[in-house]
């Protein structure tokens, strides 16, 4: 599979091969479906929780006569019919949203993203992304000139400069192979791989 590789003005300046097992799988939109919900779940604190007709606060006084008033009858305000009673069935701050996927279909999972992006020419590759300080506007310039605005760059190593000229950009992430998500993947509109990173990419999801 032959992917672009971009020059400092962001220009295809020829191609690069890249494995084919990682940038070139046919698509299964239902296990990257799988994936993408299992990564989101997984990422949930359930720390929500709701109150049942035994904690809310209300009084145990009937709230009117039994009869003769042509409402239903009712014994206490903490009913779940009525406005402000308990939830019949109230999420509870246990709640475990854990889903579980197997470590093979989550590598084929995300080889078939990467191979997505690279048909839709929203994945290129750089040589290299160094920077000399840890300056926000070097890098900001640079993905300017690129005519990046929405980019995910997987980097085989974030050194600091990188990482704290790029923590303050709005619509850029920057991270290692290893912490390559499904869901940024497919949030930016580009991604953008270092050489050194294809060879991780292949070890990691070939």
């Known amino acids: 599979m032959q992917l672009e590789l971009l020059n400092d003005q962001g220009q295809?300046?020829?191609?690069?091969?890249?494995?084919?097992a990682v940038f070139d799988r046919p698509y299964n939109e239902d296990l990257v479906h799988q994936v993408v919900v299992a990564y989101r779940a997984n990422?949930?604190?359930?720390?929500?929780?709701?109150?049942?007709?035994?904690?809310?606060?209300?009084?145990?006084?009937?709230?009117?006569?039994?009869k003769g008033t042509g409402n239903a009858r009712a014994g206490m305000t903490s009913s779940p019919l009525w406005?402000?009673?308990?939830?019949i069935f109230p999420n509870m701050p246990d709640e475990n949203f854990t889903q579980?996927?197997?470590k093979k279909m989550y590598r084929a999972g995300m080889a078939s993203i990467f191979s997505q992006l690279a048909r839709e020419g929203r994945l290129a590759v750089v040589d290299s992304l160094k920077l000399e300080s840890p300056k926000t506007k070097v890098l900001a310039d640079k993905f300017k000139a690129m005519n990046l605005q929405s980019v995910m760059v997987i980097s085989e190593e974030v050194d600091e400069?990188?990482?704290?000229?790029?923590?303050?950009?709005?619509n850029v992430l920057v991270v290692e192979?290893?912490?390559?998500?499904?869901v940024s993947l497919v949030h930016y509109k580009k991604?953008?791989?270092?050489?050194?990173?294809?060879?991780?990419?292949?070890?990691?999801f070939a």
């Not at 295809?12 to 084919?20: H, R, T, Y």
């Not at 990422?43 to 709230?63: E, I, L, M």
């Not at 991604?191 to 292949?202: E, F, N, P, S, Y």
Request: hydrophobic share 30%; no cysteine; charged share 30%.
């Open 43 to 66: 990422g949930r604190q359930g720390t929500r929780a709701q109150k049942d007709r035994q904690q809310v606060r209300h009084s145990t006084k009937k709230p009117f006569k039994q």
């Open 100 to 102: 579980k996927i197997n």
């Open 177 to 182: 192979p290893r912490y390559a998500d499904p």
């Open 191 to 204: 991604v953008i791989v270092t050489k050194g990173a294809i060879d991780k990419l292949k070890e990691m």
């Open 12 to 20: 295809a300046a020829s191609k690069f091969d890249a494995p084919e």
């Open 161 to 170: 400069n990188l990482y704290l000229a790029s923590r303050n950009l709005a």
């Open 83 to 87: 406005r402000g009673g308990g939830r």
